[in-house]
């Protein structure tokens, strides 16, 4: 049976980005694989601490040294069959639980060599699911596609298989906007695109967590 692993890099756990995961780990379910969704603000772990250990030579390559709460999590993406990530954007960025994430992952199995760039044992399929605050128009002003395009490349190479992403634009972030100073908003706009448009995106991510079984 394949095995498909989701990691939410949001601290909130029944966010707009753990939605999204879960619609694609039904779709993933649906299509016959075993699923598991990662809560990283669950987790106590650092980013990559630069020892370097991955890159010995007399060590066996792809293999984190920290020995943390992420360590067994690192070992099941090896052994899935593909990866979902999905990140809200903090300061036009994946948030710094997911950067961290990915430094764990991708750096430990990637050697400084032009012949072998990637030491990861198999392809892993892989998507990101991005989830912010901001509408499309805004993406495409800042260059947000840009910047994750780097994220996605680098997961492609060293994770040696195609990857997806989804953009879920102008979440609705806060249960009552009534409690909170967000004048920027507006908030009925922000009721309606959620009812209206984020159940397409939740389709989606089913489409996506389906295709990647
Ligand atoms: C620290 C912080 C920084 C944020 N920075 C941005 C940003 O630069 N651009 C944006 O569009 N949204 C930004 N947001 C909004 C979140 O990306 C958005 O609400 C997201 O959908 C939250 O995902 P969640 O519901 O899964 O937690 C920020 C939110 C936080 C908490």
Redesign the pocket.
């Known amino acids: 049976m394949k095995k498909i692993i989701a990691v939410n890099g ?3 756990r029944n ?4 939605e999204l995961l879960r619609h694609a780990l039904r779709g993933a379910a649906e299509a016959g694989a075993e699923t598991e969704l990662v809560n990283l603000y669950s987790l106590k772990f650092t980013g990559c601490l630069s020892c370097f250990y991955c890159k010995r030579k007399d060590v066996p390559h792809g293999v984190c040294a920290l020995k943390d709460d992420l360590a067994p999590v690192l070992q099941r993406v090896k052994e899935a069959d593909a990866l979902i990530m999905g990140a ?5 960025n994946l948030s710094a639980g997911m950067v961290a994430f990915i430094e764990r992952l991708l750096f430990s199995n990637y050697i400084y060599s032009d012949e072998i760039p990637s030491v990861f044992p198999k392809p892993l399929p892989s998507a990101f699911f991005y ?4 509408t499309e128009a805004h993406v495409e002003q800042f260059g947000l596609r840009e910047k994750m395009a780097f994220y996605e490349g680098s997961a492609a190479r060293i994770l040696k298989a195609e990857t997806r992403s989804l953009y879920a634009y102008n ?1 609705y ?1 806060f249960s009552d906007y009534s409690k909170y100073e967000s004048l920027i908003f507006n908030e009925p706009e922000k009721a309606a695109y959620r009812k209206e448009v984020f159940p397409k995106q939740c389709e989606e991510a089913y489409n996506i967590g389906k295709a990647l079984v």
């Open positions: 949001s601290p909130r966010g707009n980005t753990a809200p954007i903090y300061f036009m989830t912010m605050n901001m979440t972030q």
